[in-house]
C-alpha cells in the first residue's frame, strides 16, 4: 500500500513545470539567501569548499561546489579503486542469478539498467556497489581508476527520488531513472561500468571531461541534484576493501576495491 501510495504522489510532482520550478528557483540570486542556513542544516563544513560561501551566486551554485585540493587525499597504487564521489554504500555484493542485483530488497536487472544484451553479458556473475549521494553531500564526480572511456551513453528520461523512501517505494529508480553510462576500460583489456543517476524531477548530470582518458582522481563531471553512482565489474576482476559496509560513509578518493 505504501509503495503505490508513494509512486502515485511522485508521479503527480514530477512534471515539466515542476522541474523547470525547482531549477529556477535553485539557480536564482533570491536563494544566494539560503547558502548559509542550508550549509546548518546539513552540517557542510564549509572550510574545506574551495570559494568562500559569500562568493556563490545561487544556492545550486553552491551545491555544485568545488572543494580545496588538500581536502581530499585520493588512494594510492595503480590497481587501487578510489571512490568516485563523496556519499555512503547504499548497497554492494555479487550479481546473482547470471544478471541480478539486490538494492532495499528490490531486484535490479543489468539489461534494464545498461539497455544492452551485449553490455549486459560482460558483468554477469560480476560485482556491483552502489553510491548514494545526500543533499549535505560533495556532488562532483570523479574517475575511479586510470581508464578509457570506451563508450559512453544516455539511457531514460524522467528521475525519480533515490533517497530511503525512493529506494525502497519507488519503480525501481535505479534502472529506470534518467542515466548516463560510461564503459572504461583498465589494466589489461578489463571494463567496468560506471553508471551516474539523475533524481528528483531534474536531469542534471554535467559532464566537464570530454576526453576518452580518465586518470584517477580527477574531475570528470557533477550532480546539479542529489543522486546515486552505480559501478559493475567484471567477475573475478576485483575484490572489495574491508572499509566498504553497507551504509557506511566513503569520501572521494577513499580507496573501496583493488583489482586480482
Known amino acids: ?12 510532482t514530477n512534471g515539466e513545470t515542476s522541474s523547470k520550478l525547482l531549477q529556477a528557483v535553485a539557480q536564482s540570486t533570491f ?23 559569500d562568493s556563490f551566486s545561487s544556492l545550486h551554485d553552491f551545491f555544485v561546489r568545488t572543494l580545496k585540493q588538500e581536502a581530499r587525499t585520493i588512494a594510492q597504487g595503480h590497481n587501487v579503486f578510489a571512490s568516485p564521489v563523496d556519499g555512503k554504500v547504499e548497497a554492494y555484493g555479487d550479481i546473482v542469478d547470471g544478471m541480478t542485483f539486490y538494492v532495499k ?11 544492452s544484451e551485449v553490455q549486459s553479458a560482460r558483468y554477469r556473475d560480476g560485482k556491483f556497489i552502489v553510491f548514494y549521494l545526500s543533499p549535505a553531500d560533495y ?3 570523479h574517475s575511479p581508476i586510470d581508464a578509457h572511456v570506451v563508450r559512453q551513453y544516455i539511457l531514460g528520461q524522467k528521475s525519480y527520488p533515490v533517497n530511503q523512501w525512493g529506494l525502497a517505494y519507488g519503480k525501481k529508480p535505479i534502472s ?3 542515466r548516463m553510462i560510461s564503459e572504461i576500460e583498465y589494466a589489461e583489456n ?14 542534471s548530470i554535467k559532464l ?12 570528470v ?29 566513503i569520501r572521494m578518493g577513499e580507496a573501496f576495491a583493488t583489482m586480482l
Open 190 to 203: 578489463t571494463l567496468a561500468a560506471f553508471i551516474k543517476v539523475g533524481a528528483t524531477f531534474v536531469n
Open 1 to 12: 500500500m505504501k509503495e503505490k501510495v508513494y509512486q502515485s504522489l511522485i508521479e503527480l
Open 176 to 178: 529506470q531513472n534518467y
Open 139 to 141: 556532488h562532483r564526480i
Open 31 to 53: 536563494s544566494k539567501k539560503f547558502i548559509r542556513s542550508y550549509s546548518k542544516v546539513y552540517g557542510i563544513n564549509i572550510e574545506e569548499v574551495s570559494n568562500k560561501i
Open 105 to 115: 530488497n528490490k531486484p535490479y536487472s543489468l539489461l534494464d539498467l545498461l539497455g
Open 208 to 219: 566537464t571531461n570530454t576526453t576518452e582518458q580518465w586518470n584517477k582522481g580527477d574531475e
Open 221 to 249: 563531471g557533477y550532480f546539479s541534484f542529489g543522486s546515486t553512482v552505480v559501478m559493475l565489474f567484471e567477475p573475478q576482476s576485483v575484490t572489495f576493501s574491508k572499509n566498504v559496509k553497507q551504509g557506511c560513509a
